[in-house]
């Protein structure tokens, strides 16, 4: 398969770091990894969680950079030349037309969520947050996604700021955003993380999310730290792939992989004590998982707290980040196929990709108004149809066939040579926990995820 041979390699040490954590810091790492700490053991659900990514998350990210260095390539292509070079079926191409495809589909529904968060800091800003009550945040909420046109307008704004900073090129426009955007978001946390040790009740937070209860362990329990290990690190969906096509040849895998999960973990949570701080502050509201922690429980409190509107702001202006740099990632796999298979300059690939998944998200903001109660796949609306598909089968089943194929498929010196830098010890035991373990984990994961879809098909 011809293709023009990509040579952009990230022009500082520390981008890729920065961009993988950009692409893993995202909306559901803030409101969903700090409740299922907090309801799950605490410190003990937190243990396990790091050894969950141990087993799973480094060991599958580091199977996927490696694959992206070594043939400089986007994840499409990436497993192609890969595949020729191992002597492997090409069926194993598949990893990445899934990879690319399932950030498609995230993407479709993701810039619809993540425009809630501009509605968001224009309500701050305005105003609106001042004396909210649980029920007229949940009326504000509403408003909102019964409104079509508005829905749409911050789709279309999120999906064209996307399109921007991949059109720009992986140096001027990757890079020097996630350069720029990754430290403030770290920045605006902290501050946020001082506000909440001001007004809110922090010593509250930190109970609620880091008493060592090993009593509140369960399979269950250990089956959200095994998913969670997988899904926050971005793993599946080519953006990892296509980052690691961009990593200079002399930057230790392991080392890289190890800072990303470590600041993954923290800024999720840092952003769990902020925000629980705040609202164990607030008389008459308490904590929830999904979005109705972010967009309906924070801004009652940001609108009863001295400054809050002020805040308030910033908090969503920080959240929005966190979606932008995650966009961004889902985004370019698809960008740079179309930029090294068939040369189109990188407008244009966004442009197209981006006009793509705007179309697929209009079903997703429909969703929630105009086809309220229409089902589609198993049941569920078109929004929970697409994201089942891509976060419950697609990207678990990419993890897997990623650890198979690195672990099983990929000739030694292909890896040796990626991994040339690392301990001999640190590859000893990489190499086992990759062909055996992580595979198992993730498959289990997998089935977890499907199995009440598959009993309600074929049992009920």
């Avoid at 803030?30 to 969680?49: C, D, Q, R, S």
């Avoid at 730290?225 to 926050?232: K, R």
């Avoid at 993954?264 to 769990?272: E, F, H, N, S």
């Avoid at 740099?325 to 407008?347: C, D, K, M, Q």
Wanted: glycine share 10%; aromatic share 12%; charged share 10%.
């Amino acid at each position: 398969m011809k293709r023009l041979k990509q040579h952009v390699i990230w022009g500082q040490r520390g981008s890729f770091i920065l961009a993988a954590t950009g692409s893993a810091v995202g909306l559901g790492n803030i409101w969903k990894f700090p409740y299922i700490t907090g309801e799950n053991g605490g410190g003990a659900f937190v243990l396990m969680y790091l050894v969950c990514i141990l087993l799973i998350g480094i060991p599958i990210m580091m199977a996927e950079i490696l694959m992206g260095r070594r043939a400089r390539a986007n994840p499409i292509l990436a497993t192609a030349e890969l595949c020729e070079a191992a002597g492997a079926s090409r069926l194993w191409t598949g990893i990445g037309w899934m990879g690319a495809l399932a950030g498609l589909v995230i993407l479709s529904f993701y810039t619809v969520i993540a425009g809630w968060t501009l509605e968001y800091i224009v309500a701050a800003v305005s105003g609106e947050f001042t004396g909210l009550t649980g029920e007229t945040s949940k009326q504000l909420f509403d408003r909102l996604l019964a409104d079509p046109d508005k829905m749409l307008l911050w789709h279309t704004l999120f999906t064209l700021m996307t399109v921007v900073i991949l059109a720009l090129g992986v140096t001027r426009g990757l890079e020097s955003s996630v350069r720029v955007m990754m430290p403030l978001l770290f920045v605006l946390l902290l501050v946020l993380l001082g506000y909440a040790a001001v007004e809110g009740e922090f010593a509250t937070s930190l109970r609620f999310m880091f008493s060592f209860n090993p009593q509140d362990i369960s399979w269950e329990s250990a089956l959200i730290a095994m998913g969670h290990s997988f899904f926050t690190l971005s793993l599946g969906m080519g953006a990892i792939m296509a980052y690691g096509a961009y990593m200079p040849s002399n930057q230790s895998v392991s080392r890289t992989v190890l800072y990303v999960a470590l600041l993954d973990t923290l800024v999720a949570l840092v952003a769990g004590v902020t925000i629980f701080a705040l609202v164990f502050a607030t008389p008459g509201i308490s904590p929830g998982s999904g979005p109705g922690l972010m967009f309906v429980t924070l801004p009652v409190a940001f609108g009863n707290m001295s400054a809050g509107l002020v805040f308030g702001a910033v908090f969503f202006v920080m959240v929005m980040l966190a979606a932008w740099t995650s966009t961004i990632s889902l985004l370019e796999p698809g960008v740079a196929y179309l930029n090294e298979r068939f040369g189109f300059n990188r407008v244009a690939a966004s442009v197209l990709l981006g006009v793509v998944a705007w179309v697929m998200g209009l079903g997703s903001v429909w969703s929630f108004n105009e086809w309220s109660g229409k089902q589609f796949l198993w049941g569920k609306s078109y929004f929970d149809s697409m994201d089942f598909i891509a976060t419950n089968i697609m990207l678990p089943l990419g993890g897997v066939l990623i650890a198979l194929f690195v672990g099983w498929k990929l000739r030694d010196h292909h890896i040796l040579h990626e991994l040339v830098s690392e301990p001999p010890r640190l590859i000893r035991w990489w190499r086992p926990v990759l062909k055996f373990i992580s595979p198992i984990a993730v498959l289990v994961v997998l089935i977890n995820g499907i199995f009440p879809v598959l009993r309600a098909v074929f049992v009920e």
